[in-house]
């Protein structure tokens, strides 16, 4: 039996990843099926992505009103200081930390490039609650930030690329 080209094997791996993130709960065996592979194959797949970090983990995708909460975009523009020390107060866990003390969960943040240099996405009980957060990393970093800004995900049409069941219900904001 020869070896897949690289080519074929990543073309193999962005299909396995593709049933993976429209459902990570599906089964090996169906996975399998509708990649069109033996259920080996797809083992080893993914233990490989899993193995070299493609795949960081896998993870539930939740409906923030049935918990109680409210999902939040927070973008930080940071002072002209070295990034290196940028970086090491913002990936600091004392960020996370000290919004959980008040009920902040820090679900993703990343550095991007534009007007704005990090983005922060959490959820909070309230806008009172993520208001606090920015105080918060205002005073812990003072001299890091320069600014930050806060809005409101009012409605989520599409989560970690699966589509809201409730999507209908968009109409209602309108």
């Known amino acids: 039996m020869s070896k897949s080209s690289k080519k074929q094997i ?3 791996e962005k299909k396995v990843i593709a049933r993976l993130q429209t459902n990570a709960r599906e089964g090996i065996d169906i996975i399998a099926k509708k990649c069109g592979f033996s259920r080996q194959k797809v ?3 993914m233990k490989r992505l899993e193995k ?3 795949i960081w983990g896998y993870s539930a995708v939740v409906d923030d009103k049935k918990l109680d909460v409210k999902r939040y975009l927070m973008l930080i523009k940071s002072s002209p200081k070295p990034v290196n020390s940028l970086i090491d107060k913002i990936s ?3 960020l996370l930390k000290k919004g959980k ?3 902040i969960d820090v679900q993703s943040g990343g550095f991007i490039h534009g007007n704005y240099d990090w983005v922060l996405v ?3 009980k309230d806008t009172k609650h993520a208001k606090k957060f920015s105080e918060l990393l205002l005073i812990e970093y003072s001299s890091i930030i320069n600014k ?3 809005m409101e995900y009012i409605f989520p049409i599409k ?3 699966i589509m809201n069941p409730e999507v209908n219900k968009l109409q209602e904001l309108f």
Request: avoid cysteine; hydrophobic fraction near 35%; charged fraction near 40%.
């Open 10 to 12: 990543r073309k193999d």
């Open 43 to 45: 083992w080893r797949i």
């Open 52 to 54: 070299n970090k493609t």
């Open 92 to 94: 600091d866990l004392t």
């Open 101 to 103: 003390k008040i009920g």
């Open 122 to 124: 959490f959820t909070a």
């Open 148 to 150: 930050i800004d806060i």
């Open 159 to 161: 989560k970690y690329g």
